[in-house]
């Protein structure tokens, strides 16, 4: 459905039980972001909330997208799944041959609807210009600080427009803006982004670039700036096809170049001068649960800021997850479905993006096998396909198995996985929040092939051992090791989370090698190292915390013990290092970044404000939980 506004969603949330407004003042530095970092991670995601005294002349919308539900809600569906199923109709529709005239009139009507969902430029001012401030000033609008080492204030749902200025195609993505003053912000765009090559080509011209930002409207427009869609594919096309309504765009005030939606709540209008010296942007707590650290970017400079009447300032926070980006995430995993299926890889069932991969680390593909090395088919296609190329740990099932349950997946691909001939390592293109890697945006990639082997895939056959494992043994024998998880080995999976108190060089290396020697480790396929700070027993954490800092082809080690009571045979197991990397113990030249929790001040003023909320029981901070794992006080560790 099409909503119209931004308060038209409000209003639907809001009727269905979804929504929450706060009447209490609450400051948007660091204050609403600590409120809604505990209702973001309560079962289900919470519910939306609508901070309607700030201090400011408008409301905060933020968690509005972080619930399965609320998501559905956004893109006007019972099921994300409607909208892949729906996408792979029209696209089998579209492709099928057309034998007569009666199948190409049948055509019509869909041709027609492709046209009804492409945006439309439209004269006049919109009901995002119903207010054009006198002297643009951003320190009027409620833009949070979201973390006590962020940078200053971030705004985080940005919808960006920029033009390529050879052709003029438009580009619309989503990238952080942290706020210098009232006229200036930084402009957060990877050298991967789209916008970051348009920004390119006006250097070459030695032109201003104009840049056009809008907040608000209806949450497709949100959605789709977020999605990765190919280069020539309008985002407003995108918007068009789920609000089933195209999208009106009027034209900028200062910058005419530009058309933005009629309907959005705020339009930040200005330019990046390629010619200017860039500005020093961040820290900013990110998405992974970490800080992504400081780095120089182009600055926007603001002409006009307009919006509407009766404006709400759409907000976000992410950080250690779930947040709402984890549901904004699971949107594309489902929506993207359908396409990759048929343009990439046919035999794709389904996908998964786990939470705690925080969507690039760990991506696990189902498909039908039907040959011997497809799963590595599979790896190719995927590495090579638009921004799955960031993918860090790649897990490949069959037909057999279901990838929603993670049990049942986890007892199927070990069962089915050898170790040393069924891990394919290579190393590409990396997301560049990834800090694990030694070089930034380049590291190691990892696919863990779990499907059922043909006889030509096995090339050895692993022992069958029955030796149990003691967990009393190895914790008594290496006192490095401060506590051993292994709960997993009663659930028929061979695998143990263990935390190390790293002391020297190469000491996981080592310490896997000795570890697999003993007898009590001859059935244990695989071991995953994180620090001594990190609690083991809790499985999602200790898997957010591995998967942020292994870089997979650096940091794995195979190895082939010998058997016991079985003379001239030997098994496999792999360790993998997801701990802490340190130019002393590791020789690793880049910094390091803190995890991200709140500050004792902010947590305590929540406490005591809490019952003036009128928000429900008491939530604890979920920062208390962290604060233990934190590598001092500031964004970069210490080296």
């Not at 200025?165 to 438009?170: D, L, M, Q, V, W």
């Not at 960031?390 to 007892?411: C, G, M, P, R």
């Amino acid at each position: 459905m099409a909503y119209k506004h931004l308060k038209h969603f409000i209003d639907t949330l809001e009727k269905a039980g979804e929504l929450i407004r706060i009447k209490t003042y609450v400051d948007p530095k660091l204050e609403i972001a600590e409120i809604t970092d505990r209702v973001s991670k309560s079962p289900n995601g919470g519910k939306a909330l609508l901070f309607e005294n700030t201090g400011y002349d408008f409301p905060v919308l933020i968690n509005s997208m972080g619930s399965y539900k609320r998501m559905c809600m956004a893109l006007g569906v019972q099921e994300l799944d409607d909208v892949a199923n729906e996408i792979e109709s029209l696209v089998k529709l579209l492709s099928k041959p057309k034998e007569g005239l009666l199948d190409k009139l049948a055509m019509l009507p869909k041709l027609g609807q492709f046209a009804s969902w492409m945006p439309k430029v439209i004269s006049g001012r919109g009901a995002c210009q119903e207010v054009v401030m006198s002297e643009p000033d951003l320190s009027k609008i409620p833009v949070m600080t979201c973390w006590p080492k962020d940078g200053g204030p971030f705004i985080t749902l940005p919808v960006i427009h920029t033009k390529d200025p050879n052709n003029g195609t438009r580009n619309v993505g989503m990238y952080r803006m942290q706020v210098f003053d009232k006229t200036m912000t930084g402009m957060h765009w990877h050298k991967h982004k789209v916008s970051a090559k348009h920004f390119m080509e006006y250097k070459k011209l030695k032109k201003r670039m104009p840049v056009a930002v809008i907040l608000g409207g209806d949450p497709a427009y949100t959605y789709s700036a977020t999605a990765p869609l190919p280069e020539n594919v309008d985002e407003y096309m995108l918007a068009g096809f789920l609000r089933k309504q195209k999208v009106e765009l009027v034209k900028c005030i200062s910058q005419p170049e530009l058309e933005v939606p009629a309907d959005a709540d705020f339009v930040i209008e200005g330019y990046v001068d390629p010619e200017e010296e860039l500005i020093w942007e961040g820290p900013f707590g990110d998405h992974t649960g970490y800080y992504s650290l400081a780095d120089w970017y182009p600055r926007f400079h603001v002409t006009a800021i307009t919006h509407r009447k009766d404006a709400i300032y759409p907000s976000t926070i992410v950080g250690i997850p779930p947040q709402e980006d984890a549901w904004i995430g699971k949107a594309t995993e489902r929506v993207f479905l359908a396409p990759i299926k048929m343009t990439m890889v046919p035999e794709m069932i389904d996908m998964e993006m786990p939470v705690e991969g925080v969507f690039h680390n760990l991506v696990i593909a189902q498909i039908k096998k039907d040959y011997p090395g497809q799963a590595q088919k599979v790896m190719n296609a995927m590495w090579g396909a638009g921004q799955m190329m960031f993918n860090k740990i790649l897990v490949v099932a069959d037909e057999n198995t279901s990838i929603q349950h993670y049990k049942q997946l986890a007892q199927y691909v070990f069962k089915h996985l050898n170790p040393a001939t069924d891990i394919y390592f290579s190393q590409g293109p990396m997301d560049v929040l990834d800090h694990s890697c030694s070089k930034m945006g380049f590291g190691g990639k990892m696919c863990i092939d779990g499907t059922r082997k043909f006889e030509e895939e096995i090339q050895v056959d692993l022992p069958v051992t029955d030796h149990a494992f003691d967990r009393n043994v190895v914790l008594k024998r290496f006192h490095e090791i401060k506590d051993i998880n292994d709960s997993l080995l009663k659930e028929g999976i061979p695998c143990l989370l263990i935390s190390v108190e790293k002391g020297r060089p190469l000491h996981i290396k080592e310490l896997n090698e000795q570890l697999y020697n003993l007898p009590e480790m001859s059935a244990i396929k695989m071991v995953l190292y994180v620090e001594h700070t990190v609690d083991v027993q809790d499985l999602p954490s200790a898997l957010w915390r591995f998967c942020n800092n292994l870089d997979p082809r650096r940091d794995s080690f195979v190895v082939h013990p010998p058997v016991p009571g079985q003379i001239g045979k030997v098994g496999a197991g792999i360790g993998m290092d997801g701990t802490l990397k340190t130019r002393a113990l590791d020789n690793f030249e880049r910094d390091w970044p803190n995890i991200i929790v709140a500050d004792d001040a902010t947590i305590k003023a929540i406490d005591e404000k809490w019952a003036s909320l009128n928000i429900g029981p008491f939530i604890a901070s979920p920062s208390h939980k962290y604060k233990p794992q934190m590598y001092g006080e500031e964004a970069v560790v210490p080296q």
